[in-house]
C-alpha cells in the first residue's frame, strides 16, 4: 500500500548546509539537529515510514516536521513559544543561584539557605526554591539532621 502522495522537499543547497550545521554543533539543542536529519532524509526521497524506522520515532513525527519544514522552512524547526507566563528570572542568575546551591563547606555540609540564597540574588525564596527543584538540588540534607538528633536524644 503507496499512502498518500508526499510533497516532495525541495531543499536549497543554503539549507542543507545549514541542517548539516545544526547536526554538527554541539551547542545546538539535539531536538534540532534531530528534526534536521528528518529534513536531509526526507530531501533524499526516503519515505516517512523508512525515516520513523531508522530515527526510532513515529511516522506521524516525521510528517508533522515536514509540513512544519515545508509551509516555514528552517523557522519550522525551531519549538514554538510555550503557553503560560515568559521567565522573569534571567538565566544568569538562575545559574548564580545553581551556583551557591551546590557550595558547601569545608564540614560537607550546605554553606547558603533558601532564604541567603535569595537575599544575595535579589529574588524571593519560592523562587530559589523552584530552581532548586527544577534542578533537583538541596540545601539541605534532612536525614543528616534526623540522625543528628536521635543520636543526641539517647
Known amino acids: 500500500m503507496a499512502g498518500r502522495p508526499k510533497t516532495l522537499i525541495q531543499v536549497s543547497s543554503a539549507?542543507?548546509?545549514?541542517?548539516?550545521?545544526?547536526i554538527e554543533h554541539?551547542?545546538?539543542?539535539?531536538?534540532?539537529?534531530f528534526r534536521a536529519q528528518i529534513i536531509l532524509l526526507s530531501n533524499q526521497g526516503i519515505n516517512n515510514a523508512a525515516i520513523a524506522k531508522r530515527l526510532d520515532i513515529?511516522?506521524?513525527a516525521v510528517g508533522r516536521w515536514r509540513k512544519r519544514f515545508i509551509e516555514q522552512g528552517l523557522n519550522g524547526l525551531h519549538d514554538s513559544p510555550r503557553s503560560g507566563a515568559p521567565h522573569t528570572i534571567s538565566q544568569s542568575t538562575m545559574n548564580k543561584v545553581l551556583k551557591l546551591c551546590r557550595e558547601q563547606?569545608?564540614?560537607?555540609?550546605?554553606k547558603w539557605s533558601c532564604r541567603s540564597i535569595a537575599k544575595q540574588c535579589s529574588i524571593s525564596h519560592d523562587s530559589v526554591h523552584r530552581i532548586r527543584q527544577r534542578d533537583k538540588l538541596k540545601t539541605h540534607n534532612h536525614s543528616k539532621l534526623l540522625t543528628q538528633r536521635s543520636d543526641t536524644s539517647k
Open 15 to 22: 539549507d542543507e548546509a545549514e541542517l548539516k550545521k545544526w
Open 58 to 60: 513515529s511516522a506521524h
Open 26 to 33: 554541539e551547542e545546538n539543542p539535539s531536538s534540532l539537529a
Open 105 to 110: 563547606t569545608q564540614s560537607g555540609k550546605p
